[in-house]
């Protein structure tokens, strides 16, 4: 995209430091008129994304006047510098930042309103219709053009591309059976994509602004976990017909909070849920009709939950009380424990699931990003491995005492760590600073980095996954121009290189339905 010249961008500056317009332009009537048409006229979104402060939280306010001027490559977002003066894409830009005067309403009617069945689930084959192992895929997010690619595991070719929703995150989810895959874009889209025929199956838009989804170890049941409105949403993994809309709100329902993620614990058969402004967990169980007793009646407080089971009524909230709120979560493999990380105070914590309450404070001090933590057995014992937002370290932690084993120092922060149970090494990303092009190959016996790779000198480097063997470990270079390089997970030589736009992340059928230790879940 061209740049803008100083003088233009410094009218950008928004929103407190623009100059005041000699007259301002009516920025309600500007919208209405340039944008409306593939933005909503309630800005929640059509062809184009949702224009809400929520939605742009990850755009500062001087690129949105850019994006404005010059539109978007690569997207149907057209450029305006040419129709509108820059005091006018300026009020735009500022509009698009300021909330609506009425808060947007996405409830069990707008839900089932959107939603789209793309093909009749009879009519969908019985067999994979190509000869790769349907197990052995990869799906390959592609965020700089929001496409999606299907890759065979074994050969490294493409076997499908297709365009997905606007901005994906958070991993998409598989049915237990590896068959049907799930996807939610951070403007609250779910879509149902069928890996034997390689196709969309059903679409339904679950909130304004999204964060993730989880689902039910049967496949049965999706949970989604959202911003806006605040609230989790079960929907119908097969039809994506909602369910139930739970909104955040404390055990008074007056305080209300955003859903930061939600989680399956596949062993309690419950979804565990963050919330990013109450100092609670929920859990909640997905079974129809909910289980007569559910693991971990100690306290007295959950007194509602056994009222809510005995009423049969469907997702119950068992309710877990925090000193703060907590909005990362990773879970030890038998899901007993849950290690929770504050993103305001970085602190993490370890909360005993049965007995519902935290148990331990981690000796974490880099803020760590849980989720993409992986674990695997050392010396005896089982270990956890997490990258930190805001520290240039790896954390190991003993998962039976719960002390620091080790602090790897790295080249800066990182998000993803990766590795499989067939691998001695565990992959680390620097994804923050001057070394971002650096990945680092971490010893998972004697805890110490091995190798550094610069796959593409100067180019981000990060989030890898192996395949089904841990024969093979993908990388991403993170660029529009990037590429997926495949390596051998062995001898750490380069074996493939497939061209891809800025692929974010990519994820093996068979290690996320088997739960594989080096990934995440
Ligand atoms: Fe993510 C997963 C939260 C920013 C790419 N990210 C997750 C998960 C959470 C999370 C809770 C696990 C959910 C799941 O997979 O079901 N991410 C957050 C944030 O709070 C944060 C820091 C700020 C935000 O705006 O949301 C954040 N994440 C990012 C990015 O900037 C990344 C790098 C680019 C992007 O696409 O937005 C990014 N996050 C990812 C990816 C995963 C993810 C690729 C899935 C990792 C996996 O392998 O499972």
Redesign the pocket.
Known sequence: MRSLPSSLLAVFLLPAALPAAAQTPDAAALYTRECAACHGADRLGGTGPALLPESL??LKPERAAEVIAAGRIATQMPAFGDRLTEDEIAALARYLFTPPAEPPQWGMAEIEASRVIHVDTASLPDRPQYDADPLNLFVL?E?GDHHVSILDGDRFVRLARFKSRY?????P?FSPDGRFVHF?S?DGWVTRYDLWSLQKVAEVRAGINS????ISHDGKVLAVANYLPGNLVLLDAKTLAPLKVIPALDMWKKAGSRV????QAPTRQSFIV?LKDLPEIWEIPYGDPPPATFPGFVHSYEKGMVEALASHERFPIRRIQLEQPL???FFDPSYRHLIGAS?STGEAVVVQLEVGRPIKKLPLAGMP?L??GITWEWQGRRVMGTPN?NKAAISIIDMENWSLIKEIPTLGPG??M?SHENSPYAWADV?FGPDRDAVHIIDKRSLEIVRTLRPVPGKVS??V?FDRYGRYALLSI?DREGAVIVYDAETLEEVARIPASKP????NVWNKITFSEG???
């Open positions: 939280r990850r997010v965020s901005a994906l995150h958070g991993g989810k939610l951070r964060r993730n989804l989880a930061s993620a939600v989680y963050a909005d990362d979560f993103r990003h989720g993409s937002l998000f993803f990766r994804f990060g989030h996954e993170w974010s992340g990519k994820y990934t995440s879940h």
